[in-house]
Nanobody, 117 residues
Framework: QVQLVESGGGLVQPGGSLRLSCAVS????????MGWYRQTPGKPRNFVAT???????TYADSVKGRFTISRDNAKKTVYLQMNSLKPEDTAVYYC???????????WGQGTQVTVSS
């Protein structure tokens, strides 16, 4: 069973930046594709970005050019650098393995990101 602990969320003004971290345990982290996802109240959880075991990223169109996903296999941690934040980026952000996200299971507690002036 994979354990996921997200951190780094908070309140930031429009145009600001945040860096989210996700510490992963209980799995062979280096071989798993990992992803970030976000959810607002009453709406389904949406894909934000994924990164393959080899470090190849994919992004949702809404965050391309502003967000950067990365991973440190030695630390078993995946990151999401978020720049030029907009109010519509406000959500609870979750990380997960790409497989578990597809299967809709094993979500962590998430971290709240609020973009507001």
């Amino acid at each position: 069973q994979v354990q996921l602990v997200e951190s780094g969320g908070g309140l930031v003004q429009p145009g600001g930046s945040l860096r989210l971290s996700c510490a992963v345990s209980g799995s062979s982290f280096s071989i798993n594709a990992m992803g970030w996802y976000r959810q607002t109240p009453g709406k389904p959880r949406n894909f934000v970005a994924t990164i393959t075991s080899g470090g190849w990223p994919t992004y949702a169109d809404s965050v391309k050019g502003r967000f950067t996903i990365s991973r440190d296999n030695a630390k078993k941690t995946v990151y999401l650098q978020m720049n030029s934040l907009k109010p519509e980026d406000t959500a609870v952000y979750y990380c997960n393995t790409a497989l578990d996200a597809t299967l809709g299971r094993n979500w962590g507690q998430g971290t709240q990101v609020t973009v507001s002036s």
